[in-house]
């Protein structure tokens, strides 16, 4: 993308508008926040690091979040256009609901509101179990 939107020349970034400003150093924050995560996601690094494991890779909560800040602000189909139009809002929302819904699914009293606490395996005796295996 540094290639397609900037040729290489980064100090075009200082003549962006503050709010796309902040929306890309969202999504390099993102892409900080999941590079351990991702360096990380092998049986032997679960064995290697032990409980230190599901810590950095609950740093993708907060990526996710910042992933979406940085595709709602610079995205062409959300408000990264000049156009603000009832299409895109829509677009925003199905986004901002899909994430929101994402990020309850990980909550116990969630599934107890549609009967299938039984389905939900806490956090711990997956990584126990990962651990163990």
Known sequence: ???HGFD???DAIAF???EQQIALWAGVGALAL???AALT???WMVNALGAVWRRIHLLNIP???LAVGHALWLGSHY???LE???PRWVFAGLLTSGTIAVLLIRLRWVWSIFSMEKYYAPVLKTVLKTKVD
């Open 41 to 43: 996601s092998f049986d």
């Open 1 to 3: 993308m540094v290639q």
């Open 63 to 65: 990526a996710l979040i």
């Open 8 to 10: 290489w020349n980064l």
């Open 84 to 86: 603000a139009s009832a």
């Open 79 to 81: 408000f990264g256009s």
């Open 34 to 36: 999941m590079l351990p």
């Open 16 to 18: 962006m508008l503050p």
